[in-house]
């Protein structure tokens, strides 16, 4: 709409500012000027130096509270012995930091496991529902953390039913489960009534492994590789037996032995095998909670058992036991 | 006679003629003598029977069941209060046939007729419920003759009804009479007799009927409807299993054989068994989707174009054109879901003109085909076709554990196993399995028959089950109207289920895009002019869907363990079989 124009009233007169005030910025020219900057300065942006501002102090908060997370590992490394650092400290690290974890991650599976045929590599577990194996859930969710795991659970025609907890014992389906070729490795479970836990793997190169502790030592080479000397690796083997074959399926005066051989080994060193988190902490954790025999323990032994808890590996088995 | 020969002289010759003669005449007049005293003992016998059958009247040929009364079933129902004259002309009747529960012995006067009529009523016992329980009853029963064999002065027979039998006994006695003990013996095999026994408890168990603790013990028995002597197969061997006949040197029948003489065929005990679980196949199948929420269609099957290709369609004469017979309701199916349906599945009969003689094909087959719309992506389908699976074999495995265990009896074979949830893998991965096994394939290559039972044993062996589906197929191999894979042209969103290695299913996501079927369809060299209508019914709006269709027979096959698809069929139709 054109309207008729109106000269200038009053000329161009030079104002004296007063100094004792602070100067802002017009906010008309502001606006017209406005066209080459970020004129996005409406709904609440901010100023680029503002926000570089921000970031650094974002950056700084970071760093303190990892900082505050690292002392808090710390502290608690101190009364638990040989853990890198705490389950809280590794929650609160990114995820891509692996390195944190216990285990110096294997990821080599094509040489492990075989050259890589273009599909999932599915390993299949058939359980018992009478004797859910504890162990075998703690190392599942230890291969999901290091590979992407596609896991399932069925349930065979020769079990009418099963509890529901022992349904979900793999933890949440995952999202992309529809696309299996997505996946590193499959994880199957299939509740069925079989004598023995077995597990299969490839029918062509492979025969059925059976029992829980042999399962476990396959799945925890996944993982990271047995220790080097030898010694210290038929020690490791030697309680994984110890813990399936006395403590699960022995006499209670079997039990009580082993008990007692439990706490002499873990006065002499902070883990069952030395120094270093292994599978045989893994499997004795189970076979005690299983058994349900935690509490008639010594010292030694229960303050290992508050370790491997806070590790914070045991987390499904837990569940499973409640 | 020879000594007189040798002497040779012509006199003596004639002497030894008539003395030939004299001996034949001898002989002659022998036999004569022995004649007329075998016809003088049987006159003789022939009078004593009629003198001493008692029992006359307690067995016999009934006449032909014409109606011609109506015998209440149960004491208590309502036969009204009937006339005279029907009172009398029944009681006659009655008399002469020797039926009913009361004696009309000798003179009836209208009033005896009037008593005996308050007790006008047979209930027929179902030979399944004889059972200790009824020890001591006087009961009537109808059923065949499985075997008669007379013993002397007994004659033990069996009688069956589907697949129970009971062993039954007429004896010499006060109720009957050697005349009858031989009319028993000559009842011939697969009679329909009316009987009415004593049951009777036994000492010892009879292992070869099913009703092992009692036995019957006969008073009086009729023929209602009479089985011709010479059966075209025996039962006995009908139901033999093909080892043990091998072994033994005892017939068992040839398929073609029962085929021809189905009737006969149908009556053993494992036919019943057979068919009586593909009852409960189809009866599992439905309940299953209508607790879904599915609805049943019925699909028309004179249509106007061959629905998935030209080859294997039978022709039908229509008026003055022809018309098809449908190959499968696909076309339908889709169509309905376009209507809103949203979930449909049908039963019917499937029709393909293959030229192929296997143990696994037919020519008409029972279809249970589904189709339904999804939401967001199809494996929903596929998880409510596997359900739905799984539903009718634990429905099969927790019901029809009798009839599982007689037809094994016949045909051994392994139970049947599979995974819930049910195993899904991929095509992929099949590949790369049989690749690991020896077999050379490409990666866009269908699955041979052979190839598909080599999976099947390997995923026997991996994960113990005999039914698992197998996922994304290549593009190359399906038909046109199946929606390739959104990340990977040279697949698609289709799948196989598998039952014991070999297929059952064949399903698909369905284009439901006009403009991506017509693309698809030219792909493929289809005339568009043919299938002008089907693309037209997604012009309107149609919902993402997708589906499949099982065949009854071949589930039954497969789940039984069965070798031919034939056995399963009542009245099987192949390239080369059109009757019965």
């Known amino acids: 709409m054109s309207m008729y124009q109106v000269k200038p009233v009053s000329p161009d007169i030079k104002i004296d500012l007063p100094t004792c005030m602070y100067k802002l910025p017009n906010i008309h020219m502001r606006q017209e000027n406005s066209c080459s900057s970020d004129h996005a300065l409406q709904n609440g942006d901010v100023d680029p130096t503002v926000r570089a501002l921000e970031a650094r102090q974002d950056e700084i908060m970071r760093k303190l509270y990892e900082l505050k997370a690292a002392v808090e590992g710390l502290a608690k490394t101190v009364t638990t012995p040989d853990a890198d650092l705490d389950v809280t400290v590794s929650s609160s690290l990114s995820s891509k930091s692996s390195s944190c974890d216990i285990f110096k991650a294997t990821k080599n599976l094509d040489a492990l496991l075989g050259k890589d045929l273009g599909a999932l590599r599915d390993i299949v577990i058939n359980a018992n529902p009478a004797q859910p194996p504890l162990t075998l859930l703690v190392l599942h969710s230890l291969l999901c953390q290091h590979y992407r795991v596609l896991s399932t659970v069925h349930v065979h025609s020769s079990v009418s039913s099963v509890p529901p907890q022992l349904l979900s014992c793999l933890g949440p389906k995952h999202a992309d489960s529809y696309a299996r070729h997505m996946f590193q490795l499959g994880f199957t479970l299939i509740w069925k009534d079989v004598p023995k836990l077995e597990m299969k793997f490839s029918i062509r190169n492979m025969c059925p492994i059976e029992g829980e502790a042999n399962v476990a030592r396959f799945l925890f080479k996944l993982l990271a590789p047995y220790p080097s000397d030898p010694a210290v690796a038929t020690l490791v083997d030697s309680w994984v037996d110890i813990a399936f074959y006395q403590l699960a399926d022995g006499s209670s005066k079997d039990r009580a032995a082993v008990l007692r051989a439990l706490g002499s080994a873990l006065g002499r060193a902070p883990w069952l095998c030395g120094p270093e988190f292994s599978l045989a902490d893994i499997a004795f954790y189970c076979c005690l909670s299983q058994n349900g025999s935690t509490s008639a323990t010594g010292a030694n032994v229960q303050r290992w058992i508050k370790s491997c808890e806070n590790l914070g590996h045991f987390g499904p088995a837990k569940l499973l036991l409640k | ?580």
Not at chain 2, 271 to 284: D, E, K, M, P, T
């Open chain 2, 1 to 580: 006679m020879t000594k007189e020969e040798a002497n040779g002289a012509t006199e003596e010759e004639q002497q030894a003629q008539s003395k030939k003669a004299l001996k034949k005449q001898q002989k002659e007049a022998e036999k004569a003598a022995k004649k007329a005293e075998k016809q003088a003992k049987l006159a003789a016998e022939q009078q004593s029977t009629d003198e001493d059958d008692f029992a006359k009247d307690r067995y016999g040929v009934s006449a032909m069941v014409q109606s011609q009364q109506k015998l209440a079933s149960v004491a208590t129902d309502k036969v009204g209060p009937p006339s005279l004259t029907c009172m009398l002309s029944s009681a006659i009747g009655m008399k002469r046939e020797g039926l009913g529960s009361g004696r009309v012995d000798g003179e009836f006067s209208a009033k005896g007729a009037a008593l005996s009529l308050v007790s006008l009523h047979r209930a027929l016992v179902r030979v399944e419920d004889l059972t200790p329980q009824k020890v001591d009853q006087l009961i009537w029963l109808r059923a065949r003759v499985h075997t008669s064999r007379a013993k002397g002065k007994q004659c033990f027979l069996v009688l069956r009804q589907q697949q129970f039998n009971v062993q039954a006994l007429v004896a010499v006695g006060d109720r009957a009479s050697k005349q009858m003990v031989k009319f028993a013996a000559n009842i011939t095999k697969e009679s329909i007799v009316d009987v009415e026994a004593m049951v009777r408890k036994v000492e010892q168990k009879i292992e070869s009927c099913s009703q092992q603790d009692v036995e019957l013990h006969i008073e009086r028995i009729f023929v209602i409807s009479q089985a011709e002597p010479r059966l075209p197969l025996q039962l006995e061997d009908a139901v033999r299993p093909d080892g043990d006949g091998e072994e033994e040197g005892r017939a068992t029948v040839n398929q073609d054989t029962r085929l021809d003489n189905r009737v006969i065929d149908l009556r053993t005990t494992t036919s019943q068994a057979i068919f009586r679980l593909q009852s409960g196949v189809c009866q599992l199948f439905r309940d299953t989707l209508t607790k879904k929420g599915f609805v049943e269609i019925q699909t028309p099957k004179i249509i106007s174009a061959a629905s998935e290709g030209g080859a294997n369609v039978f022709t039908v004469s229509y008026f003055k054109s022809s018309a098809y017979l449908a190959q499968s309701p696909q076309l339908y199916k889709q169509m309905c879901i376009c209507a809103d349906f949203d979930k449909v599945f049908c039963v019917g009969p499937v029709f393909r003109a293959e030229d192929s003689n296997t143990h696994r094909h037919l020519t008409e087959f029972v279809g249970l085909d589904i189709e339904m719309a999804f939401n967001y992506h199809y494996h929903e389908v596929i998880d409510s076709i596997t359900d739905t699976m799984v539903q009718i074999f634990k429905g099969l495995r927790d019901n029809f554990q009798t009839e599982i265990q007689t037809v094994n009896k016949q045909f051994p074979s392994e139970p049947f196993k599979f995974l819930e949830p049910t195993l899904r893998l991929e095509y992929t991965e099949a590949l790369a399995m049989l690749r690991e096994a020896g077999v050379e394939m490409g990666d866009e290559d269908d699955l041979s028959t052979p190839n598909e039972k080599l999976l099947g044993r390997l995923v026997k062996e991996k994960y113990d089950t005999d039914f698992y589906v197998l996922d994304k197929y290549p593009l190359a191999v399906r038909p046109f109207y199946t929606m390739p894979d959104p990340n990977n042209p040279k697949y698609s969103n289709s799948y196989d289920m598998f039952m014991r290695g070999e297929e059952i299913l064949s399903g698909a996501q369905r284009v439901h895009d006009p403009q991506l079927l017509t693309e698809r369809a030219l792909h493929h060299q289809i005339d568009l002019e043919k299938i002008k209508s089907y693309i037209d019914s997604f012009r309107y709006g149609a919902p993402p869907h997708g589906g499949g269709g099982i065949g009854l027979e071949r589930v039954c096959m497969l789940y039984l363990g069965l070798h031919n698809v034939r056995q399963t069929s009542m009245f099987p139709r192949d390239p080369k079989r059109l009757t019965p």
